[in-house]
């Protein structure tokens, strides 16, 4: 059986959507390098897990690569100077969300000098400890670059004590607009399959199976030519279809097993990073380099020249945008600002927000390319379960989700939801179902947190209690104990006169 008909027969035709990849001309344009912007807005937060503590003072000169704020926890990551300069103040900034909230960050003001510091590189790391790669790459601070931004470290080092046996290399990026992953397989293949290398030797996985989708022939012929020596590095192409970049979906499509619904792909002896990551790997490992820039893909109606930069991670997104080319007519046509993909990125509030470790796409959207349809009542057409790759009942779960009944959502599966938002994008109705299982995801999350914060404080309280009637009970005993000595005292004293 061939590997399009066996993808066929495990997963049936119909789950996902094709919608039009809007991929080319950006993905064929040449990488454009940014010059370092005056100022950098560097987030505390740039990673899941806990924000990261600065380490630097206002006024102090910091070269580039520089640690400026540490990992806090066991699942954080540091961030680094990505230019020399002056940092300026460690304040409050617009986060790349679309809240339009605020949150930590360090402003670094840039001297054009672009001075590193100090690296510690190694020139074989098959010759390091996997456990000494570990700590490099938590200390280089890098984290998933294809969106996830999950500290990455902490996935290898999980890994090889899992024992997992196949690392998945997720160069599917499927979705619309983004090219930054096809842009780097064509560009860094060498490379990339380097930092895969690496990652086998650090976790012990036997094999590395690279999905790269089928719309991307120069970075599949790339990555084949890179990889061909290398027995334990196999480029697989697979089906043009979102979400196909999910990690259950391509662990799927390249292994034939399915992860269960509440497991994770370390249950099965998988792990899967994504094909930008090991190429920031390879840096961190052999060149000592942090994490201190990335591919932006930049496009949309309204971009004037859609490409691929190289940005330094801290850049405002404005900035970005004028160095590629500026909107179209002055912005006039734009419509919606997203950080990220259109499927999966996030709407933004305005543009003065910056470059994250995780941001791979900045797009400009135009009002042909944002349907500013209102939603209208469902017409139980059932596209929305055809289209769900998770074998969903998406128009159920969003009705149970309005009315608050959120143990019947979970009841549903809300909990296997993976936010693709196939279901959202082919519902006539224009029902913003993905925003409904976000929302009350994090509703969930909330609740869960809230219970744990009672717990804790109930168990404080509890424990207060405990104390205050230990100190009261040790100063009613202090207190006969020193009336008893006063006694004896007196009484030695009596004893003494008399005698
Ligand atoms: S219900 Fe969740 S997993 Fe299914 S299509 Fe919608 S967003 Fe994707
Ligand atoms: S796709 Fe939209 S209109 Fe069709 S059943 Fe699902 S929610 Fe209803």
Redesign the pocket.
């Known amino acids: 059986m061939g590997f399009m008909q066996l993808f066929k027969h495990i997963l049936g035709d119909d789950w996902g959507v094709h919608p039009d990849d809007h991929k080319r001309p950006a993905a064929d344009q040449p990488v454009r390098v940014m010059p370092v912007p005056a100022k950098l807005y560097l987030p505390l937060q740039q990673h899941l897990g806990g924000a990261a503590r600065p380490v630097v003072l206002v006024g102090q000169r910091v070269r580039k690569g520089e640690l400026i704020a540490e990992a806090q926890g066991m699942v954080s990551a540091p961030v680094h100077a990505p230019s020399s300069g002056t940092i300026t103040a460690v304040t409050e900034i617009t986060a790349p969300h679309p809240s339009g909230l605020t949150l930590m960050a360090i402003i670094l003001e840039t001297d054009g000098a672009d001075e590193w510091c100090e690296l510690q590189g190694c020139d074989d790391p098959f010759l390091l400890d996997p456990a000494e790669i570990g700590k490099r790459v938590a200390a280089a601070g890098v984290v998933g670059l294809g969106g996830a931004a999950f500290p990455s470290a902490v996935k290898l080092i999980g890994a090889s004590r899992a024992k997992v046996t196949t690392l998945v290399m997720n160069g599917g990026e499927c979705e619309p607009y983004l090219s930054c992953d096809d842009r780097l397989m064509r560009d860094a293949a060498t490379g990339i399959v380097d930092g895969i290398r690496i990652m086998l030797h650090t976790t012990g996985a036997a094999i590395a199976l690279v999905g790269i989708e089928d719309n991307k022939p120069e970075a599949i012929a790339a990555m084949q030519a890179a990889a061909a020596g290398f027995d334990n590095v196999q480029i697989r192409p697979v089906p043009a279809r979102y979400p196909m970049g999910s990690e259950k979906q391509l662990i799927q499509v390249l292994t034939g097993i399915e992860v269960p619904a509440d497991g994770r792909p370390a249950d099965i002896g998988v792990i899967v990073h994504n094909v930008g990551t090991a190429l920031a790997l390879r840096a961190a490992v052999r060149e000592g380099k942090p994490l201190i820039s990335r591919l932006v893909t930049v496009n949309g109606n309204c971009a004037s020249q859609p490409g691929n930069i190289e940005v330094r991670v801290g850049t405002l997104a404005e900035e970005v945008i004028a160095f590629a080319g500026g909107l179209k007519g002055d912005g006039l046509g734009l419509a919606r600002r997203v950080m990220g993909g259109p499927m999966m990125g996030m709407q933004i509030p305005h543009w003065r927000v910056p470059v994250v470790k995780g941001t791979s796409g900045i797009l400009a959207f135009d009002t042909v390319e944002v349907s500013e349809q209102e939603p209208n009542p469902c017409i139980r057409c059932g596209s929305?379960i055809k289209?769900?790759?998770?074998g969903?009942l998406?128009l159920e779960?969003s009705a149970r989700i309005r009315n608050e009944a959120y143990t019947e959502a979970i009841g549903l599966g809300l909990k296997d939801?993976?936010?693709?938002?196939?279901?959202a994008y082919v519902c006539p109705s224009k029902i913003p179902?993905?925003q409904y299982?976000v929302h009350a995801k994090g509703e969930l999350s909330a609740q869960d947190r809230a219970k744990l914060r009672n717990d804790a404080t109930k168990k404080m309280a509890l424990q207060r209690q405990d104390r205050l009637e230990r100190e009261a009970r040790e100063k009613v005993e202090a207190a006969a104990k020193r009336k008893a000595e006063r006694a004896a005292a007196a009484a030695l004293a009596a004893q003494t006169t008399a005698g």
């Open positions: 929305c289209a769900c790759p998770m969903l998406p779960m939801c993976i936010a693709c938002g196939c279901c179902l993905v299982f």
